[in-house]
């Protein structure tokens, strides 16, 4: 079976363009923190610091599956596993 | 055309581990690679840092001025964040997390020295994530007995019908992978954008991308040097418990 290298390549790119789409989930998820602690804050400004810290720790968290997403993205583009 | 723009801008790109030289150790090929080097800096300005700290600190006097603020201020903070996650374990354990938030921190904003972050290697943050899950392990042997443990693995289901424990053991094996993981691929991303905006824009990016350095090195280096130090804090107390 013949392999055609530029066909891999590209192919690689719509992968990871694919890949990065993961983005989404943490986007949503991070907004949703932000806005859930904006709203804390607003009804408890005395706990700000508290809420900082809480939020920020679970936006990390959440922003992990876009992050593997990334990675995938980043391989198929400069490790180039699929060529043979 | 376009074709040809892409790839003069792609040869300036430069993001990899690069190989300084090899030796052989033992019949293996060992590189030594510019993350040894990123490493050694980091290290040099520490260890600097301890020892301008240790004279000041010899000779400490009872109202702090100068330097001897800075290092009282640090090793406050420091204590503080991990007494107020661990609580009455925090004595035991304040040494190790405070050594390694100071270590992730100046590794991840190396990157305003002009250093690749030796965060954004992979062999940096395994041993980082392979270290808590030593520590959490050894807490959980120490304060549990090995009925509760086998307990604890199989939770939901009664303890003589082991199916949940194959799921549990996929769960704790996938704590240390998820903590190096995730500092690697922000650190990465970070050295990524930065190279990339560099790179592409050529002469365009002259003092601007100072506005993203604080954004990719300041700000997110010192939330996941944060996020990892406060993650291994939260699952070692689960495993101490209130003993």
Known sequence: ?84 | MGHGLLLSAAENIDFMVHGIFKYKFFGHEVWITTTHVSILFVMLILIGFAIAANITMRKATEVPGGFQNVVELIVEKLDGMVEGTMGKAAPRYRNYIGTVFIFILFSNISGLLGLRPPTADYGVTLPLGLLTFILIHFAQFKYHSLKEIWVGMCSPLPPWLPIWFVVSLIGEIAVPISLSLRLFANILSGTVMMALIYGLLGWIATAWPAALHVYFDLFSGAIQTYVFCMLTMTYISDQVGDN
Do not use: H, W
């Not at chain 1, 400004?45 to 593997?68: C, F, H, N, R, W």
């Open chain 1, 1 to 84: 079976m013949e392999f055609n290298t530029n066909f891999i390549l590209g192919c690689s790119a719509i992968g990871a363009g694919l890949a990065v789409i993961a983005g989404i989930g943490p986007g949503i998820g991070q907004g949703n923190a932000a806005g859930q602690a904006a709203a804390a804050v607003g009804r408890n400004p005395g706990a700000k610091g508290d809420i900082m810290s809480t939020m920020l720790l679970g936006q990390a968290v959440a922003e992990t599956t876009g992050l593997y997403g990334l990675l995938i993205a980043m391989l198929l583009l400069f490790v180039k596993p699929l060529l043979p």
